[in-house]
Every structure is written in C-alpha cells, then in structure tokens.
C-alpha cells in the first residue's frame, strides 16, 4: 500500500521548505534510512531519511521548489501501484491522512489552526518579544523534558546563550538562542514534560509584562501563540527564533558553531570543525564551508579520552542517611531517555522472538595483532574495534543477519552500519558507525571515540544515531565474562561481548595457558534462522582469531 510522505516541519518556525536535491529519482529502490532528499528550512539544509520501504512512485515538489509544511512531496510503495488517485487527492486542504508517521499528526492540526489564527494573534505581541517553544529535534519526537535551565527569568540572553538542556527520545540537547533580550517567562520547569509547540520561554525587553501572552498560551491558544511568534518575525521582527546548534570545544575553549548538515558532512569527510572558518552568522559553519573546504593536512579522527564503548559514571553517589531499622525508600524521576529506554526495550522483547547462540573466542593472535598495529603512531585500536571489523566483514558473508522484519517482506540490508551500544550517565545510547565495512580499523578506532566521546557530553545528533543495521554491545571492560542483550530493533541481531580471560586451554593435546573470550548473539527467529545465526558466529570467531584475515 502506497504511503504519502508530505513535507515535514524540520524546525520549530518552519512554515515552508525547499528541496534543494532530490538523492533519489522516480522508479529508485527505497529502504528505511535512505537519504531521499535535502530540504532548505528557515533554519538550516538538512537531509530527510526515508522511514519507509518500497519504490519512489511520485515527486511532488521538483528540485529548487519551495511549498508549505504538509505539502505532497513524495509517494513510496509497490512497483507499479496506481497512485493517480493519491495525487489528485492530495489537492485537498485536508492535510491529516497525508502523514507517513502517526508522530506527525499533530503538526497537521496545528497547520490547520495557524492558517486561521496566525494574523488575528501577531498583532498582540509587543515589540521585541519572542516566543520560544519546545522545539522537535528529532524524527520521533513527539514531546521533550527540560532537563537543566541555564538561564533563569531576569538574566539577560545574548545570541548564541545556551538557555536550556532539552531531553528528547534519542538524546539531551543543548537549546541555544539566537534571540537577544531578558528571558522574561520560563513555560516549562526543570523536569517537566511537554509537547511540542508548548511554550518553552519569553524573551524581550526588559520589564515587558508577558503575563497575558502567558496566559492565553496556556489557556489553549498553543499553536496559535507559536505561530502567531513565527509569523511576527517574518514580517516586522529581525530576530530569529531559537534553533538548536551543534557545538564542539577548540582548544581555546571556544564553542563552534555548526549546522547540523554541516556536521554530518564533516563528520563523513573526516574533517575537523576547528580548521573550517564559517560563513554564516556569527561564524557559523554551513553546508558550503565543508564543501569547500581544503585542508592543510590530511584530516585524523578527534582523539578522545572515551573508551570504544563508554563506561557509566562512576561518581559516587550523595550518601543518603538511613535511619537503623526503619524501613527507607527513595523515588528518582525517570528521565525521558529512561522511558524510551523502557519502552522500546520491552516492545522489543515482547514483538521478537528472542534465542541467543554462544561462542568462545582464542584470542590469543588478536592480542598480538593490537599490540603490533598500536606500535604504529598515532595509532590505537581496542578488542571492541577489532570485534566490530571482524562484525561487518562477517555480515557482508551473511546478510541474512543484517536484516529487519516487516509484516509483508524481510529486508535484507546489503550496506553495514554497525550501532555501538555507549552506556551514559542517563542511560544507553547507540551512535552508529556508517559504511563499517567500508572504513579500516583505525578509522573505526577513531569515530568510536570520537562517537562515545560526544555522547557523554550530550553532543550527539539525531541522525549519528539513526540508520542502525546490526548492533554490538560491550560489557568487558567491567569483568562480566558472558551476557545477552535484548535486541535493538529494527535490527534482527545484536551481539553481546564480555570481557578476555586467562585461562587454561588445550592445545595440540597439551594444556597451556590462554586468553578466550565469550561472544553471544541474540537473533530475531522471524528472520534468523539458528543455522544461519551459528554460521555468522562462525565466520565471525575465523576473523576475530586470525586478524590477518581481516586484511584479506
């Protein structure tokens, strides 16, 4: 059945967008994760990923149109399906049906409510005074939790001010402003929840009273008070609404600014941000700075201090006196990293049909091999980062394991991307590592520091941690010798590593002394098999063994 993907509201004040490229054609092959095209917003050129599967069946918006958000842009589904009727449909003003994803749905009624309400409400702001609402950053955000407030109302916010730390369902964000003023209201307090569109803060002059703006928001006038500040700024207010900015630290301990796209580009390319003069305002770094830019030297991986997969804090906890005898319990609010954890976790252990195959690993010739290739200056490379080579080599041989189910077809995914489960202090994230098979172990050494690093410090993208085809996930580092990991879906397969242990072996028919490790592969059963399961194992304890091979 054919799906209509409309033009999607990329960020808080977008009401139009621009498709800058289309990276597919009519006729092309879509699989879930697929670049479909790259869309100019009000904010920044960002790429938009395909949540479905099938073929490209129609263009709605040709390369350098512009349309409004919840236009036709495109339709996804069976080779040679009859999608005329879906075409000429969509010529309504009925936005609701056209959404690919249940998430999206209240944008469209909020579209619906802004084109009626927008003007009647601009003409009520006061001059200088903006709106800052809960914005959507990520695909599958649908609502997000103040985490920190860096600003409290009465401080002055200067562009570039980071106000707040945003949680949504893949990570914490740090929410920057682009608006100068006194952060006069504060909407949402630390540890709440809420939609978004909801009124996040005020900024304007100093002594503005924003009581009334506050009120009516609260008291239903949602969308319409979001709008009403977009559709101020676009024809009276020079200032921006507030955008999110992906910041890393030089070392002159400056932030640097960068759009998102920009930093992925960068990111794919190998290039450092800290060399890349930006473009764009107050120096930040767009998409054409990247394309443009030459370096001096060839680009490494950022070094970072972060292990392949990252430890858990280990700060100690504030001791809590309990009294002798009495009974003492304590509650700890769950963060909203926590129950998407908790709620995909369980969708998938409920939904897949779990099984778990084990082997043990000699790992004898590895670590001599590490001990070689670490010689090497600036070079280093961990077991994790050997285990994850010998894992896109082994799913390129079985491609079966590197699959996801659907209802009506399995997919089998012929490119790796390989997710590293990186334990934070909120819980679990998994940035992904793409082309896997395609990068050398250094450079995989590298972008998993680099990865893990960012992750700790809440600097990660949305889209570092999307796309997913298999995942690897390390307990080793803490002595546990054997465990099973439920699997993270859409993928079919995850693999458990535990840590290297001494121990007698036998070899040759003599018992000697040697270093095994225990690997074990949690599989989907609607689409692995057991037998190809164990054949991947089997290929994979071949490459992990005799390294040498991996350069083959």
Not at 203 to 222: E, L, Q, R, Y
């Amino acid at each position: 059945m054919a799906t209509i993907i409309t033009m999607p509201r990329l960020s808080d004040t977008m009401t139009e967008g621009t498709v800058a490229t289309w990276l597919k054609k009519v006729g092309d092959k879509i699989s879930e994760g697929d670049i479909l095209a790259e869309i100019e917003t009000d904010k920044a050129t960002m790429e938009f990923e395909s949540f479905n599967e099938g073929t490209l069946l129609y263009i709605g918006i040709p390369e350098g149109e512009t349309a409004p958000v919840d236009s036709l842009l495109a339709i996804i589904g069976e080779e040679g399906e009859d999608v005329s009727a879906l075409i000429a449909g969509k010529s309504a003003p009925k936005t609701e049906e056209a959404k690919p994803e249940a998430d999206k749905a209240p944008a469209a009624a909020e579209t619906t409510k802004e084109e009626k309400a927008a003007p009647a409400a601009a003409a009520s702001l006061p001059e200088g005074v903006v709106v800052v609402t809960m914005p959507r950053l990520s695909d599958t955000m649908t609502e997000g939790t103040v985490a920190t407030w860096l600003k409290k109302v009465g401080d002055k916010v200067s562009e570039g001010d980071i106000l707040a730390e945003i949680e949504t369902d893949k990570a914490t964000m740090e929410f920057e402003s682009f608006n100068e003023g006194t952060l006069l209201y504060i909407g949402i307090e630390e540890g709440n929840a809420a939609p978004i569109d909801s009124l996040l803060a005020i900024i304007g002059p100093a002594g503005t009273d924003v009581s009334a703006i506050a009120s009516n928001f609260k008291s239903g006038a949602k969308a319409e008070t979001a709008t009403t500040t977009d559709t101020a700024e676009e024809k009276s207010a020079p200032a921006e609404e507030t955008k999110v900015v992906v910041q890393e630290e030089a070392t002159d301990g400056k932030r640097i600014l960068a759009s998102p796209l920009a930093k992925k580009i960068a990111s794919d390319k190998g290039i450092q941000l800290t060399q890349v003069k930006g473009s764009g305002e107050n120096g930040r770094i767009v998409k054409s700075d990247i394309e443009n830019f030459t370096p001096t030297a060839p680009a490494s991986p950022t070094p970072a201090a972060a292990p392949a997969t990252a430890k858990t804090a280990t700060a100690a906890a504030p001791k809590v006196f309990v009294p002798a005898g009495e009974v003492f319990t304590e509650e700890i609010k769950n963060s909203q990293m926590r129950k998407i954890i908790a709620k995909r976790l369980a969708e998938s252990l409920f939904t897949a049909p779990h099984y778990n195959l084990t082997i043990e690993v000699t790992m004898d010739d590895a670590m001599k091999s590490r001990t070689i290739i670490n010689s090497i200056p600036d070079t280093k490379v961990s077991f994790n980062d050997m285990v994850i080579k010998a894992c896109a080599m082994a799913l390129k041989k079985h491609p079966k394991v590197n699959s996801q189910w659907k209802e009506d077809a399995i997919t089998i995914n012929h490119h790796v991307n390989i997710g590293v489960a990186v334990a934070v202090e909120d819980g679990l994230v998994v940035p992904v590592l793409k082309f896997t098979d395609a990068m050398s172990l250094s450079q995989i050494g590298g972008s998993v520091r680099d990865l893990a690093g960012r992750a700790k410090n809440k600097k990660l993208l949305p889209t570092e941690m999307e796309g997913s085809t298999f995942t690897v996930s390390n307990l080793g580092m803490f002595g546990i010798v054997e465990f099973n990991s439920i699997i993270n879906q859409p993928n079919s397969a995850i693999l458990s590593v535990g840590a290297i242990v001494e121990k007698p072996v036998v070899k040759n028919g003599q018992i000697v002394v040697g270093n095994t490790m225990m690997l074990s592969l949690a599989c989907d059963h609607r689409t692995i098999d057991g037998a190809t399961g164990a054949q991947f194992l089997q290929t994979l304890k071949q490459y992990i063994e005799n390294p040498v091979t991996m350069l083959a």
